[in-house]
């Protein structure tokens, strides 16, 4: 690289559950820089899952953290170049960048839904992904059968 790498700012922790990881979520949630309609959004969608889960023992903010480690793949296959065919060739996946294509496949597949308001959709597709059920559980699911399935070319690993 022509450039030093760029160094990682600090996130600043949410006002209401005091979690860095809430703040990435939420970064990702925001559109045209509408942070304070993210945070409203993601908490509405805490209340909703809080309120239809009474019955059980945990969080709506552990529910939400079991939702996304449940759509967090751990491989995904890379195309690599090797004498003219190009090669799909499974690879282990960064910690942080888990964590970034899980809140990504999780908004992107809450965007998809059919409720009413982007909370309840939220809420909906965190509980989904929380009982290991949802479009973005499936995305993970067909990236691991993927990365199953060109098990072969693994040596080809850069």
Known sequence: MRKRKAKKRPLLPDPRFNDQLVTRFVNNLMLDGKKSVAFKVF???MD???EKNQDEEK???EIWKDALSNVMPHVEVRSRRV???TFQIPMQ???DRKVSMAIKWLISYT???NEKTMAAKLAAEVMAAAKEEGAAVK???DTHKMAEANKAFS???F
């Open 43 to 45: 908490y509405d969608a």
């Open 111 to 113: 965007r998809k839904r």
């Open 59 to 61: 969080t709506a903010l």
């Open 48 to 50: 909703i899952i809080e």
């Open 83 to 85: 004498g003219g065919a």
């Open 139 to 141: 995305k993970r699911v």
């Open 93 to 95: 996946i960064r910690p």
């Open 155 to 157: 040596h080809f690993r």
